[in-house]
Structures are given as C-alpha cells and as structure tokens.
C-alpha cells in the first residue's frame, strides 16, 4: 500500500490526544477527596475510644491525632502533584518535540519527492 | 468502547489506524498502555492493590499494641492509646501514599509508552515514504532516461534521412546522433560504456549543439538526466 506524507497527521494526532490529557491533568488541582473522606467522621465527630489494654482515646488526643494525620497526608498528596506535573510537562515538551519534527518532515518529503524526479513528475510526463 | 467516568479526562487514544509497517505491534501496545491508564484513573486498579499491601504492616502494627499489657487507668496508659492511634492514623497515610505512588508511576509509564508509541509510528511512517520516494525516484529516473534514448533514436533516424537526401553528404550528422545515442541513464546507457562509434570520416563540432545535447543540463526537473554529459 502506497502512502504519502498525509499518514504523518496519524501519530501527530495521538501525541495531540496525550497532550489533551496531559493538559487537563495540570489544569486540574491535586485530589484530596479519598484523604478528605477518611479523616471527616474523626474530625468532625471526636469521640472517646478505648486504646490498646484497656486504655482509652480521650476526643481531644483523637483529633490531634487524626489532624496530624490527616494535615500530613494532605502535605503529601500535593507534594506528589507537584512532581507529577512536573514530569507531565516534560512529557508535554516531548509531545511538543514529535509533532513538530512529524509536521516538519512533510514539507521536506514533499520538496525532495517534487525536486528529484520523483512519483509526481512521473505522474506530469505520462498522466 | 464505554465511556468511563475518569477523575482528569478520558484517556482515549486510537489504534487500528491503518496497515502501517508495524501497525500489529504499535498497536497492541497503545492499547495496553491506554488500558493501564483507565484502570489507574478509574481508581480500582494497581494503585490500590498496593495500597491495600502496604495497609497491613499498619494494622499488625495495631494488633501488636493492642495486646501489649497494660493496667486500665494506670500511668501512662492514656499515651499509650494516643500512640497506638497515631500509628494507625499514620500507618493508613502510608499506605495510601504508597497508593498513590504506585498510580504515579503507572500513569507516567503509561503516558510516556504511549509517546513512544506514537513516535515509533512517526518513524515507521517517515521510513516507508522515503523508501516509496527513493522507488519511485528511481523507477522515473530510468523510464526518463529511455526516453532520452528513444529521442535520440528518433533523432538519428531524422538524419539517416537526410542522409540518403543528401547522397551521402549528412554522413557525419550520422557521426553526431550516435554520440548521443545510449548516454540517458535508461537501459540503454549500457552501451555507452565502450568509446562511442564513430561512423563516418569526422565529426562535426557543430553538431554538439545538437538540442538534444543541451537537454538536461539546466537546473530543472530533468537536470538528472544531466549526470553522463
């Protein structure tokens, strides 16, 4: 099957798929709703519990627990955002780097085709 | 392919585009890469098998404190729930942190094989028109040159003509059409290899000017054709 530098649009379109990804995913903020959700019963609802042999959690020492807990997972959630995202716009810049070497390539496959003598002269000598 | 609910956006890449050179391989992996990313965005896979892994030490953790002895209300015993409990609270952290590494590491995998997917496309796409461009190059390179030679034939037989009109007079316009004959780059410039033969008593510089001489050795299209003069 013959092809011509208009199959170069096919990869230049799914790199623009992962790139739409990407971009929605450093527009978006960090995901706090799974960490949210397991520290709102104990912050919000403190309660007694009883510890370890007999022991008990008064309300205050279970919210200073939780809130450390729950402060420092944040912390860590966005941390990790961070460096994601980094490390999609450095995916985005080599996204950026193949389309732009795909895109560029037709011009000069089409020039070299045209300028050697190649399928489209042919074409023009005995079309 | 049913749409699924993603926390970023639906990573839906495309495969099965088209018989490329390597189309089978690029896109039975596209597909597992962008099968990955759905489980990870979609929230019930990898990351949360490891989270629910690394959730253990945590609660063996808890067990273990659980069972240490101690004396209801006795000193230190309020510490000691509070401690247990942070470790809990702590050791839950961890494992979903683990969690969520683990979707880090399978969305970025996932994300950058898909590049590199699309890359070795671009690639595969790249290489098969260069090698149609060089076929055809050349497959008009050689019906051009014959061409050249079918001219030239042409040419000489216009002078055998003129040849007998003349009562032998033409004889080195004879001489002149079969230096041309042979030095196109078609079939027939095989036999341009030897000295040319000369036919008749002399050459007639004049009939290097012939037009079919000049031809090819512009700047244009046919200046390949050029190459043997």
């Known amino acids: 099957m013959a092809f011509n530098t208009n199959d170069l649009n096919m990869p230049t379109a799914l790199d623009q798929s992962l790139a739409k990804y990407l971009t929605t995913f450093l527009h978006n903020p960090p995901q706090f709703e799974q960490t949210d959700r397991m520290f709102s019963t104990l912050m919000s609802k403190p309660s007694f519990m009883l510890g370890p042999g007999g022991s008990f959690i008064d309300p205050s020492q279970q919210r200073q627990a939780a809130g450390n807990a729950y402060l420092g997972e944040r912390g860590n959630i966005a941390s990790q955002n961070l460096k994601e995202k980094e490390a999609a716009a450095g995916e985005l810049t080599n996204l950026g780097r193949g389309v732009a070497g795909f895109q560029n390539m037709i011009p000069f496959l089409n020039a070299a085709n045209l300028g050697g003598g190649g399928f489209n002269m042919f074409s023009q000598l005995f079309g | ?229």
């Open chain 2, 1 to 229: 392919m049913p749409a699924l609910s993603f926390p970023f956006a639906n990573p839906d890449f495309f495969f099965g585009v088209g018989p490329y050179p390597g189309s089978s391989m690029f896109d039975t992996a596209l597909k597992f890469y962008q099968d990955e990313l759905k489980r990870s965005e979609a929230g019930g896979g990898l990351g949360q098998l490891a989270a629910g892994q690394a959730a253990a030490p945590a609660a063996g953790a808890w067990q273990a404190a659980t069972t240490g002895p101690s004396a209801p209300g006795g000193p230190g015993s309020g510490d000691l729930g509070y401690g247990a409990f942070s470790n809990l609270m702590r050791g839950q952290s961890a494992a979903r942190d683990i969690g969520r590494g683990e979707q880090t590491n399978i969305r970025q995998g996932a994300v950058k094989g898909a590049g590199d997917v699309a890359n070795a496309y671009g690639e595969s796409i790249g290489g098969q028109l260069r090698g149609q461009m060089a076929e055809n190059q050349a497959k008009s390179q050689n019906v051009l040159g014959a061409y050249a030679d079918i001219a030239n034939i042409a040419d000489m037989a216009t002078k055998i003509g003129s040849l007998y009109a003349t009562g032998g007079a033409a004889a080195p316009a004879l001489a002149g059409g079969m230096s041309g004959f042979g030095k196109g780059l078609g079939p027939f410039s095989l036999m341009n290899r030897s000295a040319t033969p000369q036919f008749g008593s002399q050459i007639d510089p004049s009939l290097l000017t012939d037009p079919m001489e000049q031809f090819g050795s512009g700047l244009g299209p046919f200046s390949l054709m050029s190459g043997s003069y």
